[in-house]
């Protein structure tokens, strides 16, 4: 069955002066890292951010039940007006970036997991993908592998429990770092030397990750999404004036103030205004 096409405002072309912010979703706190990254390339572009965290955690959901959200969270999005959709979590990105491409006419950009830099870095040829259960499984993932792996072994790891750890705001806890340790530390015994982080949560966990096994290469792709999204706006004459205010607006559908205490405690302490969901 075709998938309806849902129209939005047509996108201003103005010289690169489209006042709309950018809107992203995530589960919950993850996708903020791809937000960080905004705020650091492009102060000047208004974010809207919607933390489902009604439905949190995405990765052990059905594939239907993640994509349906993310319908209905691009629609919410297309209410207020934005100009893109950054779908700043893997796991609904295995599930339906492609779907919502055909079905909304806004640019989208997606998170795929950084298995080809680290398949082209990685001293010993052993990768390791730390990923939710609902990226691994999807047929996204297994493309960029096989079309990117090359001659790397490259494995893939169920974070199990890491997003719930990142959701509470626990990415500097000793328990942690010991959770992490039991996850990774077969591969890195195995010889694997790089770890490409494919959920946004884990960025939250970088650090805590290089402490516990300083020898290993970290690859996260938070910083080149927010990029990719940069270019396809100035492809499309859709950045914001330099001098705009590029305020945070938040959507929450579950507990807000659970959500903001997350944020806080994660470092995310800039002023944000509370957007009705």
């Known amino acids: 069955m075709p998938v309806p096409l849902f129209h939005a405002t047509p996108m201003v072309c103005c010289e690169a002066m489209d006042h709309r912010p950018i809107g992203l979703f995530d589960s919950g ?65 295995a599930a339906a970036l492609e779907d919502l491409r055909q079905a909304f006419d806004v640019p989208f950009v997606g998170m795929v997991p950084g298995v080809k830099p680290a398949a082209a870095s990685s001293r010993t040829g052993r990768v390791t993908i730390l990923a939710t259960e609902g990226t691994l499984d999807g047929s996204l993932y297994s493309r960029v592998v096989a079309d990117f792996g090359g001659s790397a072994r490259v494995s893939s790891v169920a974070g199990t429990g890491l997003a719930d750890l990142v959701e509470r705001g626990e990415t500097t806890a000793d328990s942690t770092e010991r959770h992490i340790r039991g996850i990774l530390e077969p591969e890195i015994a ?39 999204a940069l270019q396809v706006l100035t492809d499309n004459d859709a950045r914001a004036p330099a001098a705009a205010s590029g305020a945070l607006d938040i959507i929450v559908s579950g507990d807000r103030a659970a959500f903001y205490r997350s944020m806080r405690r994660i470092g995310f302490a800039l002023p944000v205004q509370e957007v009705s969901s």
């Open 29 to 93: 706190i993850g996708g903020l890292s791809v937000v960080r990254q905004l705020q650091r390339l492009a102060p000047a572009e208004p974010l809207l951010y919607f933390a489902d965290t009604a439905w949190f955690p995405y990765g052990p959901r059905p594939a239907a039940e993640v994509r349906k959200r993310a319908f209905a969270i691009t629609a919410r999005l297309l209410q207020s007006g934005v100009k893109m959709v950054v779908v700043a979590c893997n796991t609904a990105s």
């Open 190 to 228: 195995a010889g694997s030397d790089t770890v490409v982080l494919g959920c946004t949560h884990y960025h939250f966990l970088a650090d805590l990750i290089a402490r516990a096994f300083p020898g290993a290469a970290i690859v996260d792709t938070t910083e080149a999404v927010a990029r990719r």
